[in-house]
């Protein structure tokens, strides 16, 4: 089987072909193409398959990982859309939550709803929170928010009625009235998209889906037609937030489920390392051109949280938008190789503005003026600017030089060598800062942990960043550049559904509890049913549960199988051990409550269990250099001569000690004085890192 994934990022478009027969893969970085993503994705499927030599036609699935969803968010590039909600709630998206992610800032930012107070309508109706109909719905009502969407001009609209978990009756009564009165305009349902309590999260999550479903819509069209045009006719598959996969009619219909599409890809792939080389616990680390994503793999499966944020004020925790639908554990930050750096009050500061693809850090010479991260490492000696990218692509050190000289080093007084340092050490402290989240933060110990470094640019600093904090292994896998590429080779479908119903658990609770999960798997076959799969789903149930009167639920891993009349002690004890591990302790006269219940079906692929994707040959026109440049390692008095080694003739039983910089086409891994460098059996770089103070 012949297959294709490729991700799209903020600066560059990843694909690796993987041929299944013979393991033959190539792997593939071309610019994205901000404006319109698809034209880097059709120009380097041209590419990708000359390099193959094979046709379209040939190709027996396309996986797919996206940033369309995110950037239409977070660049506020979205469909103008309309939200009815229940009278009296229409200020939900502008209060949010009372909480302060800064509690002693006077001026703090909130975030910006993605729809105006001028676009919001109120409909008279009110449902209780146990589903009863406390006021009905008043249709007069709704033909005037009608009526308001279309002289608005507007072409999508969220519907996020209060307590609509529970009794979906209205929402989808207002449905029945839109498309009868204004079919044009595309619908979304908060009691469909994100059946949970709590107004503002779900009328949040239901409004990012509806602002970004026409986007989505018309890029996957796009995307198929061209494929089609193509001579391609077999699947194409979209990576999920949550590291699954999903058919092209559900991410259109739920885009908000794709909004992590490619960080979920990298740490699948993270997980996918881990197992090769016998570690259960690893920090992923993908550092591309706009962005670095950390995130975790605990006991060798991604951690998985049921909400998520996105578009933070400053990255901070609480400041985002909150979005009701499973994702990866992922914490990420302005820190790609594109951030650009200045300088402020006497200091620099790094990102987490980017240059991105267009017109990208100035060494691309195209038009670009201001400093990145980027930039400094060309300066730095760590790369090199006539083979990055394999030597695709050709980098002005000079220009780069000017640019911080004149932007930092005459500010602050500082000579060439030293502003490009600081550019590096900034960056590299802003990821060791969010690392500590990652790791510490949430109660994991870094010594216990490896790192798994890939991105065009993790690789680059990884070793100094896991010195930092004390991970004492990092492993750079093959193909690291193209990571979350070859992370979708290895992903299989996956549906997510859940239900608000809050209950008091006991003994007694299993035939209740049997009867709302009947309900959730119905809801996943309908979906399921896209897929046209023959073989059986395997089926994983999640609880998220606390003491009564608490604010907050934890995640309760339950039993598969056959919900008999004891799941009810069967959940108490599953609780328990959730709640112990996280807040170390139990109260065993307090009730225990269930609030949401979640049902995951993932589809066997196939290819679960296949070989890592591997390249045969260099992506790139030119071949790999072994040899030596000029390279700054403070440890070492500032620039030395560093040894440069092709990685693709690194033979399995040499050791290399830094400092050294081994090249890949698609990345750059830097290893420090002190550090050891050599292949695993796998095929991939493991760097035993040494310590502070060790070096």
């Given at each position: ?42 120009a ?8 193959a ?37 229409r ?69 996020a ?9 209205h ?5 029945a ?68 996969l ?17 960080p ?20 992923t ?20 949280m049921p ?6 004020v ?24 594109g ?14 503005d980017?240059?991105?693809a267009?017109?990208g ?70 990821m ?32 100094r ?125 307090a ?35 072994d ?14 001569d ?54």
């Amino acid at each position: 089987m012949i297959r294709v994934a490729f991700d799209i990022g903020g600066t560059f478009t990843d694909f690796v072909l993987h041929d299944g027969s013979d393991g033959a893969s190539h792997f593939l970085k071309v610019p994205s193409t901000p404006h319109d993503p698809g034209e880097a994705v059709m120009a380097g499927l041209e590419d990708l398959f000359g390099q193959a030599g094979i046709e379209t036609g040939a190709i027996d699935s396309v996986l797919h990982a996206t940033t369309v969803a995110t950037n239409a968010i977070l660049e506020r590039k979205g469909a103008p859309t309309g939200l009815i909600t229940t009278k009296g709630f229409r200020d939900v998206l502008i209060i949010g939550r009372q909480k302060r992610y800064e509690t002693y800032d006077l001026y703090i930012e909130k975030p910006e709803p993605l729809v105006p107070r001028r676009h919001i309508w109120e409909v008279e109706e009110r449902i209780g929170f146990d589903g009863t109909v406390v006021t009905p719905l008043d249709a007069a009502s709704v033909d005037r928010a009608i009526d308001a969407l279309r002289a608005a001009g507007l072409r999508t609209v969220a519907v996020a009625l209060l307590h609509a978990y529970a009794n979906p009756a209205h929402e989808q009564a207002i449905r029945a009235r839109i498309q009868a009165r204004a079919p044009e305009l595309s619908v979304s349902l908060s009691s469909e998209v994100a059946p949970k309590i709590r107004e503002y999260e779900r009328t949040n999550t239901t409004v990012a889906n509806a602002y970004i479903r026409p986007i989505v819509a018309r890029y996957i069209d796009r995307l198929e037609d061209a494929l089609r045009q193509r001579g391609y006719t077999r699947d194409l598959f979209v990576m999920q937030s949550s590291g699954g996969l999903v058919s092209p009619g559900i991410a259109k219909a739920y885009p908000v489920r794709i909004i992590e599409s490619g960080p979920a890809a990298g740490v699948l792939m993270g997980a996918i390392v881990g197992k090769n080389e016998g570690r259960d616990h690893v920090i992923t680390f993908d550092m591309g051109g706009t962005t670095a994503k950390l995130g975790a793999v605990d006991g060798g499966t991604p951690a998985i949280m049921p909400t998520f944020e996105i578009d933070h004020v400053r990255y901070k925790k609480g400041s985002g938008l909150p979005i009701n639908a499973p994702a990866v554990e992922l914490l990420e930050i302005g820190a790609g190789g594109g951030s650009i750096a200045r300088v402020e009050m006497g200091m620099i500061a790094v990102g987490p503005d980017s240059a991105g693809a267009d017109p990208g850090p100035i060494c691309y010479g195209r038009g670009g003026t201001l400093p990145t991260i980027t930039d400094a490492n060309v300066v730095l000696g760590y790369i090199d600017p006539d083979w990055f990218n394999g030597g695709r692509m050709g980098l002005d050190r000079d220009a780069a030089a000017r640019g911080i000289m004149e932007q930092i080093g005459a500010p602050l007084g500082l000579a060439l060598g030293a502003a490009a340092w600081g550019i590096h050490l900034v960056a590299t402290m802003n990821m060791e800062n969010a690392l500590r989240i990652v790791s510490v933060e949430q109660g994991r110990d870094p010594r216990r942990y490896a790192m798994i470094a890939f991105g065009g640019a993790g690789p680059l600093h990884a070793a100094r960043l896991a010195r930092a904090v004390g991970i004492p292994t990092v492993i750079v896998p093959y193909g690291a550049g193209v990571g979350s590429a070859i992370g979708l080779l290895q992903a299989a479908p996956r549906i997510d559904v859940s239900i608000t119903r809050v209950m008091g658990l006991d003994a007694a609770a299993g035939p209740a509890i049997a009867a709302l999960y009947g309900e959730l798997e119905a809801r996943a076959r309908k979906d399921i049913e896209q897929f046209g799969a023959a073989a059986a789903p395997h089926w994983s149930r999640y609880g998220y549960m606390r003491y009564a009167g608490q604010g907050f639920e934890v995640q309760v891993d339950l039993p598969d199988g056959a919900i008999g009349d004891d799941f009810g002690s069967q959940a108490i004890t599953a609780f328990n051990k959730a709640y112990l591990r996280k807040h170390k302790f139990l109260d065993p006269e307090a009730r225990i409550e269930a609030v949401d219940w979640t049902l995951v079906a993932t589809l066997p692929s196939g290819h679960e269990d296949a070989p890592m994707a591997r390249a045969r040959q260099s992506a790139g026109t030119g071949p790999g250099r072994d040899g030596s440049r000029p390279a700054w390692f403070p440890e070492a008095g500032g620039y030395v001569d560093t040894r440069i080694i092709d990685r693709q003739t690194l033979a399995g039983d040499t050791e290399v000690t830094g400092p050294a910089i081994i090249e890949d086409p698609d990345s750059t891994t830097v290893v420090l004085p002190g550090d050891v460098a050599r292949l695993s059996a796998a095929g991939h770089l493991i760097i035993e890192v040494a310590q502070e103070g060790t070096a």
